[in-house]
């Protein structure tokens, strides 16, 4: 038989195993959830369009984050790049504007992605293992500004029936969010660049706002899957949405002077983004650094990227 005094040691003994083993899984508790980034793309979506639209998707990504808006399509410094998709997407994915990475129209002539590349290649300088993924239905993404990217999808038809792709991207994507264990990942939608393109960009054409109207459907997708991995719980999202540009008409070439043409708009949603508007003039360069950030990349002065991160807590 134990004497008292044992019995007393026993037991502060076990006392001291049990606090041991609560803080331990309290610790385990305590993990930093896995960052995880979702750049959406919304080619050609005007702002004024896209709150004339129903968009419940987007408007709670909006309320739970911080917006700018609006946002800057090419810099004071320098305005000869056009006002079109390959200035703008490039400015969005690498993060420089147009004197920097050279894509001065959709032509592609001499670009230079050699230095100022596409966000995933910093990435994975940074994070060699972070898993990264591109979804687009305009070909000039995949082909000429992607690097780096581990699952490529560019569901460009040959009739150019965005309408018809934005279906394939939404799906791919979808499944991609989740089964697989993805980083960070770009889903780009063409379809409300089309309706513009062929009826008016403008919130008062029907079926402008319309194409927002599917492409927020899509968005709901998108953050339904997320929702439905099963380590959501120990993940951290940062959801950004942005366009290239807006319209004037059926145009938005040559559309410095343009407000309409010259602006764009910025959405940074999640756990760890501030509430509210971004204060200041933002500019789509604004973005690769706002993810890099959330990822825990320290951007490299020697990078010479042009934004910095906005809209995080
Ligand atoms: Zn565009």
């Known amino acids: 038989m134990l004497s008292r005094s044992l019995r007393r040691r026993f037991g502060v003994t076990s006392f001291a195993i049990c606090v041991a083993i609560f803080a331990m899984a309290s610790a385990a508790d305590a993990v930093e959830p896995t960052k995880k980034v979702l750049v959406i793309g919304i080619d050609g979506c005007r702002f ?9 998707h987007l408007d709670a ?4 984050g911080a917006v700018a808006q609006p946002t800057r399509i090419f ?3 320098y305005r000869e790049a056009d006002t079109i998709s390959g200035p ?3 400015n969005i994915l690498c993060g420089v504007w147009s004197d920097k990475h050279r894509a001065m129209d959709n032509e592609f002539t001499a670009p230079n992605y050699e230095e100022y590349p596409h966000f995933f290649k910093r990435l994975k300088q940074a994070q060699p293992d972070a898993a990264t993924a591109s979804f687009s239905d305009w070909s000039p993404i995949a082909k000429n500004i992607l690097s780096d990217s581990d699952v490529t999808l560019d569901a460009e038809r040959e009739d150019h029936n965005y309408q018809l792709s934005d279906v394939e991207i939404v799906a791919a994507a979808s499944k991609h969010l989740r089964e697989a264990d993805p980083t960070a990942t770009v889903v780009y939608f063409g379809q409300v660049d089309g309706a513009g393109h062929a009826d008016g960009f403008h919130p008062s054409v029907p079926t402008y706002v319309k194409a927002i109207e599917r492409v927020d459907g899509y ?13 959501r719980a120990n993940e951290d999202w940062l959801i950004l949405v942005t366009t290239d ?3 004037s008409g059926t145009s938005h070439s040559n559309g410095h002077e343009n407000p309409e043409v010259a602006c764009s708009w910025l959405v940074v949603s999640g756990d760890a983004a501030h509430r509210g508007k971004i204060a200041g003039e933002r500019g789509q360069v604004d973005l690769v650094p706002t993810a890099l950030k959330h990822l825990g990349v320290s951007v490299d002065p020697a990078w010479k990227l042009d934004g910095e ?3 995080l807590k």
């Open 309 to 311: 991160a906005v809209g």
């Open 219 to 231: 968005v709901g997708e998108l953050l339904a899957a997320i929702e439905s991995r099963p380590t």
């Open 61 to 64: 990504l909006m309320e739970a």
């Open 245 to 247: 540009h807006g319209g």
């Open 48 to 56: 004024d369009a896209l709150q004339r639209a129903e968009t419940p």
């Open 88 to 90: 703008g997407w490039s």
């Open 75 to 77: 810099p004071a410094r």
